[in-house]
């Protein structure tokens, strides 16, 4: 069996999921409580909206669930069956909130109209309704900063994408209370309105994770600015005098890269790979980058074929057949 890639020891971040864990199991004891009120709030004050609002707040236990298995399973190390690591946990995980969110939004949706279909089946609101809906707005606003803080400190799209589900929740509780205010000043289609209006704000930003999830899942690569920093890293390496063939793919957070370097082709087998070893401690070390790929070519070589190639010609390697002199 051959050996397992090695991996920067910078890559291993207990921070991370110490503070995953932490903002998420708070995220869970705010959804149980406020999911508990609003449901029994709204079968009491007879609110849809308040009731799909709760329901909204229950879905976040399960993606909250999601993301501690996650993370569990994401910290693992490279083993024989996954030679990079498990990273794109992550991303499974994300795709998996993104497809519950996707689904409570149709719901949502789907009783709403039932609802608006016959209006005289609508009841009026009680004023507790009103309050409940308020309160949640507030707690579900301040648990999003609070989870997005925590994400933009350890750098993790999939708490970003959790946060975001919390901050779908208070914009979702906005509309539900001004629903119910409508409700309340006597037009009472205000509140299956406000349920449908949260349905499709919920569905849409679960296809949005959804859609992203996936195509990380199916090897996008870095964004231009990522790439950018990747290949001045490269080229800023001493004994690095040109590249070519870069290319990238996401798994989880961190980025896998593959590079041709073009050195000089006089110096020593060792010399060449002290210089490609030198370039994949530069850029894990400071750059979401988990492992570099590097084939060495000589520079000489790459500027003769570049003189006598095309315009958008691929570059020949020391692995490809050369062109007959």
């Given at each position: 069996?051959?050996?397992?890639?090695?991996?920067p020891?910078?890559?291993?971040?207990?921070?991370?999921?110490?503070?995953?864990?932490?903002?998420?199991?708070?995220?869970?004891?705010?959804?149980?409580?406020?999911?508990?009120?609003?449901?029994?709030?709204?079968?009491?004050?007879g609110?849809?909206?308040?009731?799909?609002?709760?329901?909204?707040?229950?879905?976040?236990?399960?993606s909250?669930?999601v993301?501690?298995?996650?993370?569990?399973?994401?910290?693992?190390?490279?083993?024989?069956?996954?030679?990079?690591?498990?990273?794109?946990?992550?991303?499974?995980?994300a795709?998996v909130?993104?497809?519950?969110?996707?689904?409570v939004?149709i719901?949502?949706?789907?009783?709403?109209?039932?609802?608006?279909?016959?209006?005289?089946?609508?009841?009026?609101v009680?004023l507790?309704?009103?309050?409940?809906?308020?309160?949640?707005?507030?707690?579900?606003?301040?648990l999003?900063?609070?989870?997005?803080?925590?994400?933009?400190?350890?750098?993790?799209?999939?708490?970003v994408?959790?946060?975001?589900?919390?901050?779908?929740?208070?914009?979702?509780?906005?509309?539900?209370?001004l629903?119910?205010?409508?409700?309340?000043?006597?037009?009472?289609?205000?509140d299956?309105?406000?349920?449908?209006?949260?349905g499709?704000?919920?569905?849409?930003?679960?296809?949005?994770?959804?859609?992203?999830?996936?195509?990380?899942?199916?090897d996008?690569?870095?964004?231009?600015e990522?790439?950018?920093?990747?290949?001045?890293?490269?080229?800023?390496?001493?004994?690095?005098?040109?590249?070519?063939e870069?290319?990238?793919?996401?798994?989880?957070?961190?980025?896998?890269?593959?590079?041709?370097?073009?050195?000089?082709g006089?110096?020593?087998?060792?010399?060449?790979?002290?210089?490609?070893?030198?370039?994949?401690?530069?850029?894990?070390?400071?750059?979401?980058?988990?492992?570099?790929?590097?084939?060495?070519?000589?520079?000489?070589l790459?500027?003769?074929?570049?003189?006598e190639?095309?315009?958008?010609?691929?570059?020949?390697?020391?692995?490809?057949?050369l062109?007959?002199?």
């Open positions: 069996m051959s050996e397992l890639p090695e991996f020891e910078e890559q291993a971040t207990p921070e991370r999921e110490a503070a995953t864990r932490r903002s998420t199991w708070v995220s869970v004891a705010v959804n149980v409580c406020l999911s508990s009120a609003q449901i029994a709030a709204g079968l009491w004050a609110s849809q909206a308040l009731i799909a609002d709760g329901i909204h707040s229950l879905s976040d236990l399960v909250d669930f993301v501690l298995l996650a993370v569990h399973h994401s910290k693992k190390g490279p083993d024989a069956d996954h030679q990079y690591g498990h990273q794109r946990y992550e991303n499974v995980a795709m909130i993104g497809g519950l969110l996707l689904a939004g719901g949502m949706i789907w009783a709403a109209v039932h609802k608006l279909q016959a209006p005289a089946s609508i009841p009026a009680h507790l309704a009103l309050w409940v809906a308020l309160g949640a707005l507030a707690v579900k606003e301040a999003f900063r609070y989870m997005l803080a925590v994400a933009e400190r350890v750098r993790s799209s999939l708490l994408a959790n946060a975001w589900h919390a901050r779908s929740d208070a914009a979702s509780s906005l509309i539900v209370a629903g119910i205010g409508g409700n309340l000043l006597g037009f009472p289609l205000l299956p309105v406000a349920a449908l209006v949260v499709l704000l919920v569905g849409k930003m679960g296809w949005s994770f959804l859609w992203n999830a996936l195509h990380d899942l199916t996008r690569a870095a964004s231009e990522q790439l950018t920093a990747i290949s001045a890293e490269i080229l800023a390496t001493p004994g690095v005098l040109g590249m070519h870069l290319r990238t793919r996401k798994t989880g957070d961190m980025i896998l890269v593959d590079v041709h370097l073009e050195i000089d006089t110096i020593t087998v060792a010399e060449g790979h002290a210089i490609a070893s030198q370039v994949r401690k530069n850029v894990t070390r400071r750059h979401p980058v988990l492992y570099v790929m590097t084939h060495v070519d000589p520079a000489e790459v500027d003769s074929l570049r003189q190639s095309s315009p958008g010609d691929v570059l020949p390697t020391l692995d490809t057949p062109p007959a002199r």
